[in-house]
C-alpha cells in the first residue's frame, strides 16, 4: 500500500488561490460520465433552497431527489437555520447527550450507492459541504462522525472524517475501513490535525475513488486548500462481505456512535459531483 500526505500551512477561514490540479486531475474526470454536466452538482442540500419534509426527509428546489434520513437515538428533527455561510440559510442538525453508549444520529443519505450516478467501484465522485459547530460546543467524549461513504450496514464506513477532543482546536479526523482493517473498531488514520474552533465556518471537498484491491485513491480540501492525497484499499469486496452495497452511501450530518455530550453542527450548501469545481460553495 502506498501513502502519500500532503500537508501544507494554511491560514483557517481565508481563501487561497487553488492549482489547476484541484479543478480536477485527469484520473478523476476518466472517471466522470460523459451524461453527466460536470460543471453542476449531481445532488445538493443548499439551506436556502431546502425543505424538511414532515417526514424528517430533505429535499431541494428544482430536484425531485429525496434524501432519506438516517437516525438513531432522539435527534431533533433539522430545521432551517439564519445561520450561513454563503446565501442566507443553512441545515441545523442537534443530538442530545447520551452518557450510556448508546448511538445519537441523524444524517441525510447526500447520495446513495444504488443510485446509477452515485459513488461506485469503477468511479470516482467529489463531495463537498461547509459546516461549523454551534453552541458552546461541549467536550466531545468520543467521536462524532459528521461526513461518510458507507458501504451498508453494518459494516464500518470505509472513509469517515470526524470530529474528536474534550477542547477546542478540535481534531478533524479522516480515517479508512478496507479488507484489511475489517469492520470494526481498527482503521487506518489518513489525516488528523486540531483545527476546529467552535461558531467558525470551514469549507471540505473530499474526492473518493473507491477501490478495494489497493488503488484507491483519497483527497481532502480545507478551505480551498489540499492537506490530503492517499492511495490504498478503499472498502470491502461485496463478495466477501454479505448485504454490503457495489458501491458507497454519501451521508452528512451528526452520527455519535458511543456515549458523548450533546452537539449543534450547521450545514451549509451540501453537494455531491463529479468534479472538483461542481461541489464548491
Not at 29 to 48: F, M, Q, R, W
Not at 131 to 144: E, Q, R
Not at 223 to 239: F, H, K, Q
Amino acid at each position: 500500500m502506498r501513502q502519500l500526505l500532503i500537508v501544507t500551512i494554511v491560514v483557517l477561514g481565508c481563501d487561497v488561490e487553488q492549482g489547476d490540479d484541484d479543478l480536477g486531475d485527469p484520473e478523476d474526470l476518466d472517471a466522470v460520465s460523459s451524461e453527466l454536466d460536470t460543471d453542476k452538482p449531481i445532488h445538493v442540500l443548499t439551506g436556502d433552497g431546502t425543505t424538511i419534509r414532515s417526514d424528517w426527509k430533505a429535499v431541494e428546489a428544482g430536484d425531485p431527489y429525496v434524501h432519506p434520513v438516517v437516525d438513531d437515538g432522539s435527534p431533533s428533527k433539522p430545521w432551517i437555520s439564519t445561520a450561513h455561510y454563503v446565501g442566507s440559510k443553512s441545515i441545523a442538525f442537534q443530538v442530545p447527550t447520551d452518557l450510556s453508549g448508546a448511538r445519537q444520529r441523524f444524517e441525510y443519505k447526500i447520495a446513495q450507492a444504488a443510485d446509477s450516478s452515485g459513488l461506485h467501484f469503477d468511479n470516482a465522485r467529489y463531495s463537498g459541504f461547509v459546516f461549523k459547530i454551534g453552541g458552546t460546543a461541549a467536550p466531545f467524549l468520543s467521536s462524532a462522525l459528521i461526513w461518510q461513504a458507507h458501504q451498508g450496514a453494518p459494516y464500518s464506513p470505509p472513509v469517515q472524517l470526524s470530529i474528536r477532543g474534550s477542547s477546542p482546536p478540535f481534531q478533524l479526523r479522516m480515517a479508512v475501513h478496507n479488507m484489511a482493517t475489517g469492520s470494526g473498531d481498527k482503521d487506518i488514520e489518513v489525516f488528523s490535525e486540531n483545527i476546529i474552533q467552535p461558531n467558525t465556518w470551514y469549507r471540505v471537498q473530499v474526492y473518493v475513488k473507491p477501490r478495494y484491491n489497493s488503488e484507491g485513491t483519497l483527497k481532502l480540501w480545507i478551505n480551498g486548500v489540499r492537506r490530503l492525497e492517499w492511495t490504498g484499499s478503499i472498502g470491502y469486496d461485496p463478495s466477501k462481505y454479505s448485504g454490503s452495497h457495489k458501491g458507497l452511501d454519501i451521508k452528512n450530518g451528526i452520527y455519535q456512535p458511543h456515549a458523548n455530550n450533546g452537539h449543534l453542527f450547521y450545514f451549509d450548501q451540501i453537494k455531491f459531483g463529479s468534479t472538483f469545481v461542481s461541489v464548491q460553495p
